[in-house]
């Protein structure tokens, strides 16, 4: 194990060191990123998204995809690992679903008391300091050491993220070689075209041609992921060790890594809005097929939100980042959003049914 960690660290010295990503435009001043919120949404102009049908393939033969989902030892990381799994066991068999297997990808570089829970493989973490303490930076990595090193049956790879619940069986959206994923409105190659230069030279053409995504959720072709990877890992850790680009992209940098990665190697994508929903500001379900629970929902008890501000009920992942969610949450009052409302419900199920919850 210590020499595949020695050349798992040499690997990733040499490979930010050949990167060939230079700089083909500087920039003039600092660029200020904005954080999402409901004030972000309105500066859209135009709505890129691409609307698919959901389609089975013209065989009739499923076209069955792996779901893999990068994460920490952290206890944060994992009761959301454990909800998420729950959820994918109980919608994998059913009706139009074409989900094949599970991995969590733990880049702790050990195993934990999970391993029989949920299946796992181990990947290593990033040299020590070299993450920045921006965790999520060792997710390209993670999946670098995955897709070399595992069995991965099916052809097809859904790359999830531990708090998101699946809400209904999901299909295969992908088609014609093309991605399925989910478009952010704040990931905007444009508005930071100076920046991107910097990874994505004139040659490769327009900056339009990097879609607005992340690399979750994304369906997308098992030979088209190994090729992206290892751009993905080295690009984003050349846009982490840049101080302009590291300031502009904050919190979302390893987002445009994959988004700048997968236009280097021509594979389009189809932005699936109805991917998945982000509440409190998808109020609905409707026919999404995920729920992901990254903003803190906040509401007084007559079912105002009061985002921003600690609500007298609240449901937020980052008050459970030491300690496991109780059992047994309570509903938000009468007049919340029912996509919020379900999230609750969703997990308290899961909860309920996850064997040792809170050990």
């Not at 499923?62 to 779901?67: D, M, N, Q, S």
């Not at 230069?197 to 327009?206: I, S």
């Not at 990877?229 to 987002?255: C, H, I, Q, R, Y």
């Not at 994508?269 to 500001?281: A, G």
Request: hydrophobic content about 40%; proline content about 9%.
């Amino acid at each position: 194990m210590g020499c595949a960690n020695f050349f798992f660290t040499v690997l990733i010295t040499l490979s930010v060191a050949l990167i060939t990503y230079n700089i083909l435009i500087s920039a003039n001043a600092p660029l200020k990123h904005d954080l999402p919120g409901p004030s972000s949404r309105s500066t859209l102009l135009v709505d890129p998204v691409i609307k698919m049908p959901v389609e089975r393939s013209s065989s009739g033969k499923k076209r069955l995809f792996h779901t893999a989902v990068t994460a920490s030892d952290s206890v944060y990381n994992t009761w959301q690992c454990r909800v998420m799994y729950y959820w994918y066991k109980k919608h994998r068999d059913g009706p139009n679903s074409e989900m094949g297997g599970f991995t969590r990808i733990l880049h702790s570089g050990k195993a934990d008391k999970f391993m029989e829970e949920i299946p796992t493989f181990i990947a290593q973490p990033l040299p020590a300091g070299m993450d920045q303490g921006y965790i999520v930076l060792n997710r390209p990595g993670a999946f670098v050491q995955w897709l070399q090193k595992a069995d991965i049956k099916e052809d097809y790879i859904l790359m999830a993220e531990p708090d998101h619940i699946i809400v209904k069986p999901i299909p295969n959206l992908s088609k014609d070689g093309l991605g399925a994923a989910f478009p952010f409105f704040y990931i905007e190659p444009k508005k930071f075209e100076s920046i991107i230069r910097k990874y994505f030279p004139e040659d490769k053409g327009p900056v339009t041609k990097i879609d607005p995504i992340g690399n979750s959720p994304v369906i997308i072709g098992k030979e088209s992921l190994k090729k992206i990877a290892p751009t993905w890992m080295n690009v984003s850790l050349a846009m982490k060790k840049d101080p302009e680009t590291d300031k502009a992209f904050g919190w979302v940098l390893e987002m445009y890594g994959y988004a700048v990665s997968s236009a280097l190697h021509g594979v389009d994508n189809i932005l699936y809005k109805d991917f998945m929903i982000q509440p409190p500001w998808d109020t609905e379900i409707g026919k999404k097929f995920i729920i992901h629970y990254t903003y803190g929902c906040d509401y007084d008890m007559k079912g105002k939100s009061t985002y921003g501000k600690i609500g007298e009920w609240r449901f937020d992942k980052r008050s459970y980042d030491t300690i496991m969610p109780p059992r047994n949450l309570p509903l938000p009052p009468p007049g919340v959003p029912e996509s919020v409302v379900t999230l609750v419900k969703m997990v308290n199920e899961a909860t309920a049914n996850i064997p040792n919850w809170g050990s």
